[in-house]
């Protein structure tokens, strides 16, 4: 109990000097007094807006899709009992894709600022509702919930890919948005992501005893009582929200959904009630680091937080696969 309130402790004052730090870094430096003027009002006029319309809403942004990509990896993993299980593998990433590279691409321009994040949504949900239709036979088996995944979101991928090369003209836009970036978020993301995120974060916390249960296998669950397939569509649309609110919210910023839970089961021990806020800290601070390094790198050039993120969790990635089949060529 000791170590997981010093886990959060420290995870969140992580994250709070990660946000203070992104408010200063960037192609304009700013001074930690000009900062604090800033925020109490009383710095120039430029510095306050770029502080206060630029910055700030920025970090909020990174701080909501870091904590919803990675909380929902951590449902996705326990879905599927699979630790190499993220967002995309249920088709939630390529749907919320799909979805906003059809509006940037074919809808003419002059639309309002909230319709690519309403149809990046929209798109998850489809993507992520087709996946489980598919899927369910009866009821739903975590392998075969995977594989209709992986093909669900090659489909999209491909379909994206394929609007991309048609509508050339517009294609920067969408592969900065497919890279996933933060650049350009106003308060305009935060008041769009926040009601999603900030409601499916505390009522997936308020149902980890039920995820503790699955983690013990279709038998067991059933034997404790638990009515399976309800409790896996609830698990499986929360997990569709917070990665389609995110997606929405910032493009797609990948692997933070795959390493954030492993990162978070390294720190605390098991059990969702404390695995889900240590997960939303860690990729709350996976996120914002990858927002500052790609800040910081070459100003004023800006490096998408996705490209951060890929260069970061894909070692990760491949050293999980090594650990995962690992002892499958040692018994061989």
Same mark, same amino acid.
């Given at each position: 109990?000791?170590?997981?309130?010093?886990?959060?402790?420290?995870?969140?004052?992580? +994250?709070?000097?990660?946000?203070? %730090?992104? =408010?200063? &870094?960037?192609? &304009?430096? =700013? !001074?930690?007094?000009?900062?604090?003027?800033?925020?109490? !009002?009383?710095?120039?006029?430029?510095?306050?807006?770029?502080?206060?319309?630029?910055?700030?809403?920025? =970090?909020?942004?990174?701080?909501?899709?870091?904590? !919803?990509?990675?909380?929902?990896?951590?449902?996705?993993?326990?879905?599927?009992?699979?630790?190499?299980?993220?967002?995309?593998?249920?088709?939630?990433?390529?749907?919320?894709?799909?979805?906003?590279?059809?509006?940037?691409?074919?809808?003419?321009? $002059?639309?309002?600022?909230?319709?690519?994040?309403?149809?990046?949504?929209?798109?998850?949900?489809?993507?992520?509702? *087709?996946?489980?239709?598919?899927?369910?036979? $009866?009821?739903?088996?975590?392998?075969? %919930?995977?594989? &209709?995944?992986?093909?669900?979101?090659?489909?999209?991928?491909?379909?994206?890919?394929?609007?991309?090369?048609?509508?050339?003209?517009?294609?920067?836009?969408?592969? *900065?948005?497919?890279?996933?970036?933060?650049?350009?978020?106003?308060?305009?993301?935060?008041?769009?992501?926040?009601?999603?995120?900030?409601?499916?974060?505390?009522?997936?916390?308020?149902?980890?005893?039920?995820?503790?249960?699955?983690?013990?296998?279709?038998?067991?669950?059933?034997?404790?009582?638990?009515?399976?397939?309800? +409790?896996?569509?609830?698990?499986?649309?929360?997990? =569709?929200?917070?990665?389609?609110?995110?997606?929405?919210?910032?493009?797609?910023?990948?692997?933070?959904? %795959?390493?954030?839970?492993?990162?978070?089961?390294?720190?605390?021990?098991?059990?969702?009630?404390?695995?889900?806020?240590?997960?939303?800290? &860690?990729?709350?601070?996976?996120?914002?680091?990858?927002?500052?390094?790609?800040?910081?790198?070459?100003?004023?050039?800006?490096?998408?937080?996705?490209?951060?993120?890929?260069?970061?969790?894909?070692?990760?990635?491949?050293?999980?696969?090594?650990?995962?089949?690992?002892?499958?060529?040692?018994?061989?």
């Amino acid at each position: 109990m000791k170590r997981n309130v010093m886990v959060l402790t420290m995870l969140s004052l992580l +994250v709070l000097l990660l946000s203070l %730090l992104s =408010i200063k &870094v960037g192609a &304009v430096s =700013i !001074g930690w007094l000009d900062i604090l003027q800033a925020l109490t !009002g009383r710095s120039d006029s430029d510095q306050r807006y770029i502080v206060l319309h630029y910055r700030l809403p920025r =970090i909020v942004v990174a701080i909501l899709v870091g904590s !919803g990509l990675a909380v929902s990896g951590l449902i996705t993993q326990a879905l599927l009992r699979n630790p190499l299980a993220a967002p995309d593998t249920l088709g939630i990433s390529a749907g919320a894709s799909l979805g906003a590279v059809l509006t940037v691409l074919i809808l003419p321009p $002059g639309q309002p600022v909230w319709v690519t994040p309403l149809a990046a949504l929209i798109g998850g949900f489809v993507g992520g509702m *087709l996946v489980y239709g598919l899927s369910y036979s $009866g009821g739903i088996d975590p392998v075969r %919930l995977a594989l &209709v995944g992986i093909a669900v979101s090659a489909c999209g991928s491909t379909l994206v890919q394929l609007l991309v090369t048609r509508f050339a003209a517009n294609a920067s836009t969408v592969l *900065l948005w497919l890279n996933g970036s933060l650049w350009g978020r106003t308060w305009d993301q935060v008041i769009q992501s926040l009601p999603i995120i900030g409601l499916a974060l505390p009522v997936t916390w308020v149902l980890a005893r039920r995820l503790d249960i699955l983690a013990l296998g279709d038998e067991t669950s059933r034997g404790l009582g638990l009515r399976l397939e309800p +409790v896996r569509l609830l698990l499986f649309g929360f997990a =569709i929200a917070l990665a389609g609110g995110s997606v929405a919210a910032a493009g797609m910023i990948g692997f933070a959904g %795959l390493v954030s839970p492993h990162m978070a089961r390294r720190l605390v021990s098991r059990g969702h009630r404390i695995l889900i806020p240590v997960t939303a800290l &860690v990729g709350a601070a996976l996120v914002l680091l990858a927002d500052m390094i790609g800040r910081i790198l070459a100003p004023p050039v800006e490096f998408p937080a996705g490209l951060v993120t890929a260069a970061i969790g894909a070692p990760y990635f491949l050293y999980l696969l090594w650990r995962e089949f690992r002892p499958a060529r040692a018994r061989a």
